[in-house]
Nanobody, 121 residues
């Protein structure tokens, strides 16, 4: 079994910062892409940022220059540093990772349960 657990959500005022972390655990053979998605109330889930196993990154236009995704391959973790937060960033943030296990070497997508980020004055 593989689990992804997110931490670091909370309440912050506009212009503030938060750092989200996601740790993968279980029978992990290898981790390919890792990413963050978010879902605001009444909206569809959207990609925020993704990072490959080699460290290449991609961001949604709405967060470029404000958010930074990083990963620690030795610890099977991915982080999202969020700066200059805006009320529009309010959402539940989900961690996603494509993980290969001994039983499924081709990998499959796993999701965390999400962590709430609220940006408000």
């Amino acid at each position: 079994q593989v689990q992804l657990v997110e931490t670091g959500g909370g309440f912050v005022q506009p212009g503030g910062s938060l750092r989200l972390s996601c740790a993968a655990s279980g029978s992990i053979f290898s981790i390919y892409n890792m990413g963050w998605y978010r879902q605001a109330p009444g909206k569809q889930r959207e990609l925020v940022a993704v990072i490959t196993s080699g460290g290449s990154t991609n961001y949604a236009d709405s967060v470029k220059g404000r958010f930074t995704i990083s990963r620690d391959n030795a610890k099977n973790t991915v982080h999202l540093q969020m700066n200059s937060l805006k009320p529009d960033d309010t959402a539940v943030y989900y961690c996603d990772a494509r993980i290969a296990t001994p039983a499924q070497l081709g990998g499959m997508d796993y999701w965390g349960k999400g962590t709430l980020v609220t940006v408000s004055s």
